[in-house]
Nanobody, 115 residues
């Protein structure tokens, strides 16, 4: 059974930082590259960043240079360090396999960037 538990979201001012965490069940973590997705109000869910088991990374253009994805294979956890946050980063953030997400989403964690 796939389990994904995201945490770390909150309200932050523009220019601020947050670190998201995702605890994943071992079955998904050991097999797949992992990614962070986000869904803003009225928009489709998009892949923001991804990381392979070997540490290769991908970032969508809008977050390059601001977000950093990492993973701790021993803890089955993937992180997203978000710096220089902008209002347009406001969304619910989810983790899942990447680039092809599994049909098993966690509850997500809400990130709100506002002054």
């Amino acid at each position: 059974q796939v389990q994904l538990v995201e945490s770390g979201g909150g309200l932050v001012q523009p220019g601020g930082s947050l670190r998201l965490s995702c605890a994943a069940s071992g079955s998904i973590f050991s097999i797949y590259a992992m990614g962070w997705y986000r869904q803003a109000p009225g928009k489709q869910r998009e892949l923001v960043a991804a990381i392979t088991s070997g540490g290769s990374t991908y970032y969508t253009d809008s977050v390059k240079g601001r977000f950093t994805i990492s993973r701790d294979n021993a803890k089955n956890t993937v992180y997203l360090q978000m710096n220089s946050l902008k209002p347009e980063d406001t969304a619910v953030y989810y983790c899942n396999a990447a680039p092809g997400a599994l049909d098993a989403w966690g509850q997500g964690t809400l990130v709100t960037v506002s002054s």
